[in-house]
């Protein structure tokens, strides 16, 4: 990602349209009251991505208490590497990664995606997020 910022804002011409470059990046946001249930609702998305290494691609799963027995090693480095730009933990620990992120790339904007298997955890998940905007 990084290098692929590097040569858009390189290459970048200013146009009718957008005087300067503009940048969005979409990550994945899983935010819990608590970091232990951030991690745990985590697993949805960690079995999903498991399942397309896999090549048993299906509908996002319930999470589950240990992923650890869910994967093997592989797995794990695969699914893993693909979900790399997640931000698990409650409000402050995804504030603290999120601005970590911006700050690396210099991203104008954010488009976040939650797989949360519990439609009630979903919409807790984009509270506390919007709770975050709010605060800065």
Same mark, same amino acid.
């Given at each position: 990602?990084?290098?692929?910022?590097?040569?858009? $804002? @390189? %290459?970048? *011409?200013?146009?009718?349209?957008?005087?300067?470059?503009?940048? =969005?990046?979409?990550? /994945?946001?899983? =935010?819990?009251?608590?970091?232990?249930?951030?991690?745990?609702?985590?697993?949805?998305?960690?079995?999903?991505? &498991?399942?397309?290494?896999?090549?048993? @691609?299906?509908?996002?799963?319930?999470?589950?208490?240990?992923?650890? &027995?869910?994967?093997?090693?592989?797995?794990?480095? *695969?699914?893993?590497?693909?979900? /790399? $730009?997640?931000?698990? !933990?409650?409000?402050?620990?995804? $504030?603290? !990664?999120? %601005?970590?992120?911006?700050? %690396?790339?210099?991203?104008?904007?954010?488009?976040? =995606?939650?797989?949360?298997?519990?439609?009630? =955890?979903?919409? $807790?998940?984009?509270?506390?997020?919007?709770?975050?905007?709010?605060? /800065?």
């Amino acid at each position: 990602m990084i290098p692929a910022l590097q040569a858009y $804002r @390189r %290459e970048f *011409k200013p146009s009718k349209q957008l005087e300067r470059s503009y940048a =969005a990046a979409g990550v /994945n946001v899983f =935010a819990a009251e608590t970091d232990k249930e951030a991690r745990r609702l985590f697993t949805s998305a960690q079995q999903s991505f &498991t399942r397309m290494v896999r090549g048993t @691609r299906g509908k996002l799963p319930p999470p589950i208490d240990d992923i650890e &027995t869910f994967w093997t090693p592989p797995e794990k480095e *695969k699914a893993s590497a693909m979900l /790399n $730009r997640s931000f698990v !933990g409650s409000g402050e620990t995804v $504030r603290a !990664g999120l %601005e970590r992120f911006v700050e %690396e790339t210099g991203v104008d904007e954010l488009i976040v =995606a939650s797989a949360i298997y519990e439609h009630s =955890a979903r919409l $807790r998940s984009y509270e506390i997020l919007a709770q975050l905007r709010r605060k /800065n």
